[in-house]
């Protein structure tokens, strides 16, 4: 037994792959079963339901920037207009589309302002290396707060007395699904090489936006932490009971009221378990002890016997936990760890970028 599956079992983390019966899910066919299972368990226990997609979506465009990046990249300022329930709203996104005769990849920026480029979207730099960026602001979706009645959450999903009610990471999930409503119609964009990323909160929202829509490639989670990335048993730093105390809106209210219950019978291991067989690439920072880089890493890893399912190789790793500056990119998974704090830098997006280009380049 390696060393992953050492620390799994000295922290007690149930396995994703027997299913509700009691069955060791073995096939493809069988993982097919257990991926509606598990979509189930986390969206009943942990995050709430999926919002249903709207009706009618419709992306009016504003004036772009001219000359954007000295005239590399036209970006536009849209607004995603969506009808659910006969009901309209919008919300806005940016988008950065590098000028070229061939389809571009492409990623989904949850990001938390939308004023792009900002620190955390470095919109030069990705679109230099041929990528298109679609961003937009969770709370222009959301306020990233209690308020349930709050622009698009006033149209989505059941009444927060609802004990699977969606939490704020689902709602801002279902955003992120209508870009790639979106891009789906751009003739510019390569369709089956889109990614979503997100930066802590943000960075668990693109796990489960990847989680419950498989249109997305690559799941990216920069430095998620707890309810992300990061297995929950035995964690230090941020612990669900913490974390449903501080931010109770950003899950289903199911999560805080039965945490105990709740904690007997899943663990985030069954979120990184729906990526396979595409990409999920988890980054970490030396620093960010609330987050957990242990706990990310063992996340990430966890999803190997997925892999394995699919004769996928998953993440390849040593014989101990990566120390700071390490870059695991030789599997089907990727997890680096750089050195600081808690932040989605330049250097995290570029090693996601080489890892992204390695596996388009070996389609
Ligand atoms: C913290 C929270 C973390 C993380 C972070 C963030 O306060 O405890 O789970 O998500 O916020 O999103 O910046």
Same mark, same amino acid.
């Given at each position: 037994?390696?060393?992953?599956?050492?620390?799994?079992?000295?922290?007690?983390?149930?396995?994703?792959?027997?299913?509700?019966?009691?069955?060791?899910?073995?096939?493809?066919?069988?993982?097919?079963?257990?991926?509606?299972?598990?979509?189930?368990?986390?969206?009943?226990?942990?995050?709430?339901?999926?919002?249903?997609?709207?009706?009618?979506?419709?992306?009016?465009?504003?004036?772009?920037?001219?000359?954007?990046?000295?005239?590399?990249?036209?970006?536009?300022?849209?607004?995603?207009?969506?009808?659910?329930?006969?009901?309209?709203?919008?919300?806005?996104?940016?988008?950065?589309?590098?000028?070229?005769?061939?389809?571009?990849?492409?990623?989904?920026?949850?990001?938390?302002?939308?004023?792009?480029?900002?620190?955390?979207?470095?919109?030069?730099?990705?679109?230099?290396?041929?990528?298109?960026?679609?961003?937009?602001?969770?709370?222009?979706?959301?306020?990233?707060?209690?308020?349930?009645?709050?622009?698009?959450?006033?149209?989505?999903?059941?009444?927060?007395?609802?004990?699977?009610?969606?939490?704020?990471?689902?709602?801002?999930?279902?955003?992120?699904?209508?870009?790639?409503?979106?891009?789906?119609?751009?003739?510019?964009?390569?369709?089956?090489?889109?990614?979503?990323?997100?930066?802590?909160?943000?960075?668990?929202?693109? *796990? @489960?936006?990847? &989680?419950? /829509?498989?249109?997305?490639?690559?799941?990216? %989670?920069?430095?998620? $932490? #707890?309810?992300? =990335?990061?297995?929950?048993?035995?964690?230090?730093?941020?612990?669900?009971?913490?974390?449903?105390?501080?931010?109770?809106?950003?899950?289903?209210?199911?999560?805080?009221?039965?945490?105990?219950?709740?904690?007997?019978?899943?663990?985030?291991?069954?979120?990184?378990?729906?990526?396979?067989?595409?990409?999920? *690439? @988890?980054?970490? &920072?030396? /620093?960010?002890?609330?987050?957990?880089?242990? %706990?990310?890493?063992? $996340? #990430?890893?966890? =999803?190997?016997?997925?892999?394995?399912?699919?004769?996928?190789?998953?993440?390849?790793?040593?014989?101990?936990?990566?120390?700071?500056?390490?870059?695991?990119?030789?599997?089907?998974?990727?997890?680096?760890?750089?050195?600081?704090?808690?932040?989605?830098?330049?250097?995290?997006?570029?090693?996601?970028?080489?890892?992204?280009?390695?596996?388009?380049?070996?389609?």
């Amino acid at each position: 037994m390696d060393f992953v599956s050492t620390e799994l079992e000295r922290r007690g983390v149930p396995s994703a792959l027997v299913s509700n019966r009691g069955i060791e899910v073995k096939t493809e066919k069988q993982m097919q079963k257990r991926r509606e299972e598990l979509k189930k368990i986390l969206a009943e226990n942990e995050y709430g339901t999926l919002p249903s997609r709207p009706e009618h979506l419709r992306v009016e465009k504003k004036p772009g920037i001219p000359n954007f990046c000295a005239g590399k990249v036209t970006s536009e300022s849209l607004d995603f207009v969506c009808t659910v329930d006969g009901v309209e709203f919008s919300f806005p996104v940016r988008s950065a589309i590098p000028k070229s005769d061939k389809k571009v990849p492409a990623f989904v920026h949850i990001n938390f302002s939308a004023n792009t480029p900002d620190h955390f979207q470095p919109t030069e730099e990705i679109t230099d290396r041929g990528f298109a960026v679609f961003s937009f602001c969770h709370s222009d979706v959301t306020a990233d707060n209690g308020d349930f009645k709050d622009k698009c959450a006033a149209y989505l999903g059941p009444s927060r007395r609802k004990k699977n009610a969606s939490g704020k990471i689902m709602m801002w999930a279902w955003a992120a699904m209508r870009v790639m409503d979106y891009i789906e119609t751009l003739p510019e964009i390569d369709a089956e090489n889109v990614a979503v990323i997100g930066h802590s909160r943000l960075g668990k929202t693109a *796990l @489960v936006t990847a &989680a419950f /829509d498989e249109r997305f490639k690559y799941a990216v %989670s920069n430095d998620s $932490g #707890c309810s992300g =990335a990061a297995i929950s048993r035995g964690k230090t730093g941020e612990s669900t009971e913490r974390i449903t105390q501080s931010f109770p809106f950003w899950f289903c209210p199911r999560y805080k009221d039965d945490a105990e219950a709740q904690s007997k019978c899943f663990d985030q291991n069954y979120l990184t378990a729906l990526i396979p067989p595409r990409h999920l *690439l @988890v980054g970490s &920072a030396e /620093d960010d002890a609330w987050a957990d880089p242990k %706990s990310e890493f063992l $996340g #990430c890893a966890s =999803a190997n016997s997925v892999y394995g399912i699919y004769g996928m190789k998953g993440l390849v790793y040593g014989e101990d936990y990566p120390e700071a500056k390490t870059v695991l990119a030789d599997g089907d998974s990727f997890y680096h760890v750089r050195k600081g704090p808690h932040f989605l830098s330049r250097e995290d997006w570029n090693v996601y970028m080489d890892f992204i280009e390695s596996k388009m380049s070996g389609r």
